[in-house]
């Protein structure tokens, strides 16, 4: 009786599923398709736009910023085949030190993606060149900068030197902006560009400084039919 042999090549080692392991890697691949991906970094806060929404930056310097969003990117629109387990995903990218970063300026780039994986219990291989292009915009609220454009305003009550400190600092560390801030008699106004990041600056005051939020709304205009509102959030130290 002959033995098994390889339905392609004719070698009668090392077979699975009717193939050698040569042939067998030949005719499988880990990788079954790449989404599109379409990279949009604001050239201001270096966030990128993802799933139609602004994602923090990963570093504040552009080259490692962009190497760490295309990993990034690869890694989730990668599709395996269907029987492949994937184990270990590798993306090397290299940006010139002259690529250009400002706004709607195009960058061209090549990203090498190397897959380890399991089909069949054979470990196996792959590597890819991706070219990609990386386009520069500016983000919402990078535009707004410069503007007396505001969606919440936070009121520091008593007067209190050293949580406007703080609140200027928070706000640098979330690229969330000041359009300005009012000295009033009893405080001062904070005016920001996000409802959401005041109001958890809201709350990060109160558990720091030990006062109480309470927080109102006003409608200041529509946009498709809706009621648009800005938000007043009171902050008041404890006496």
């Known amino acids: 009786m002959r033995n098994k042999f390889c339905v392609k090549c004719g070698t009668e080692k090392n077979l699975v599923s009717e193939l050698c392991r040569d042939c067998f890697k030949d005719e499988n691949t880990l990788l079954k398709d790449l989404k599109e991906i379409k990279i949009i970094i604001c050239d201001n806060c270096k966030k990128y736009m993802n799933k139609n929404a602004w994602r923090e930056p990963f570093s504040n310097d552009h080259i490692k910023n962009i190497k760490k969003i295309v990993g990034h990117l690869l890694e989730e629109k990668i599709i395996a085949t269907p029987k492949a387990k994937i184990k270990d995903v590798n993306v090397n990218v290299e940006v010139h030190e002259s690529a250009k970063f400002t706004n709607g300026s195009l960058l061209n780039i090549n990203a090498e993606l190397d897959i380890i994986g399991i089909i069949d219990n054979i470990e196996m291989e792959e590597s890819y060149n991706i070219p990609l292009k990386v386009r520069f915009s500016t983000c919402n609220i990078c535009r707004k900068k410069g503007t007396n454009y505001y969606e919440a305003k936070l009121q520091i009550r008593p ?12 706000c640098k560390t979330k690229n969330l902006f000041i359009s300005k801030v009012i000295e009033e008699k009893y405080g001062y106004d904070v005016y920001l560009s996000e409802q959401k990041e005041a109001r958890n600056l809201g709350n990060l005051l109160k558990r720091k400084f030990n006062g109480e939020v309470t927080e ?15 938000a007043t959030i009171a902050f008041r130290l404890d006496s």
Do not use: A, E
Request: glycine letters at 8%; hydrophobic letters at 30%.
């Open 159 to 170: 007067k209190n030197d050293r949580v406007l400190k703080f609140v200027k600092s928070y």
């Open 216 to 230: 109102s709304k006003k409608i200041f205009g529509k946009r498709d039919g809706q009621d648009i509102f800005r």
